[in-house]
């Protein structure tokens, strides 16, 4: 049990960080609702539990394939321009929702954004990120291996923390989508714009850090 806890510590300590995926979550959630916003989480959470096995099942060979040259300027490299395109899009377009009425932004019903496409952006986001590579490693390392965990003592583990995490993420959608009542319309243009610049800024910021 207290494996479990020590996981769902430092699955708090993720869901506190303020990173891409808080504003990808959270722009989603006001701007389409809970399913949209859960989408996108799932495309993270199936990200996350993808490194969990195959870090569990791979560790020696997955250290060998990182130690290689350059691994951490490539996987840098694509994040940063994973972060920046949707960063991009977000800053040179609308909410689907909003247009322009007597030279005020206003509401419309509009088609939802497919279920696949928000899922491929959180996976992608996640996906394509070094801190999301080396933090799972260095877990693994750290606590599993040093410690010589069972299987069992390992599920309790990561149960703990990819159980605060999905918790975390769909409590960051449900108050997104609460607070959408108290906006206007052009606070929503507004955040896709605050949103779009984090993700840019995040993408240089990796980009930076990978390259100097």
Same mark, same amino acid.
């Given at each position: 049990m207290a494996l479990f806890i020590d996981g769902i510590k430092i699955g708090?300590? !993720?869901?506190? @960080?303020v990173g891409p995926l808080f504003f990808t979550l959270?722009?989603?959630g006001v701007e389409?609702? $809970?399913?949209?916003?859960? +989408?996108?989480? $799932?495309g993270i959470w199936m990200s996350d539990l993808l490194y969990i096995f195959a870090v569990y099942g791979g560790m020696a060979y997955l250290s060998q394939f990182t130690a290689r040259d350059h691994f951490s300027?490539?996987?840098?490299?694509?994040g940063s321009?994973?972060?920046?395109?949707?960063?991009?899009?977000?800053? +040179?377009?609308?909410?689907?929702? $909003?247009?322009?009425?007597?030279?005020?932004?206003? !509401?419309?019903?509009?088609?939802?954004? /497919?279920?696949? /496409?928000l899922w491929?952006?959180?996976? $992608?986001?996640?996906?394509?990120?070094?801190?999301?590579?080396?933090?799972? @490693? *260095?877990? +693994? /390392?750290?606590?599993?291996?040093r410690d010589d965990l069972s299987r069992s003592d390992a599920l309790l583990f990561? *149960?703990?923390? +990819?159980? @605060?995490v999905v918790s975390g993420d769909f409590l960051k959608v449900f108050m997104a989508k609460?607070?959408?009542?108290v906006l206007r319309p052009v606070h929503l243009l507004w955040l896709r714009k605050v949103s779009g610049a984090a993700l840019i800024v995040f993408g240089i910021a990796l980009l930076l850090r990978v390259l100097l």
């Open positions: 708090l300590v !993720l869901c506190l @960080m959270v722009q989603t389409e609702g $809970l399913r949209a916003g859960t +989408m996108v989480g $799932l300027t490539t996987v840098g490299v694509a321009a994973v972060l920046t395109l949707f960063g991009l899009v977000a800053l +040179m377009t609308v909410p689907k929702n $909003l247009y322009l009425q007597d030279d005020a932004l206003a !509401l419309r019903a509009h088609p939802p954004t /497919s279920y696949l /496409s491929l952006k959180g996976f $992608l986001i996640n996906t394509i990120n070094p801190f999301t590579i080396f933090f799972w @490693m *260095g877990l +693994m /390392s750290t606590v599993i291996v990561f *149960g703990g923390i +990819m159980g @605060m609460r607070i959408r009542a």
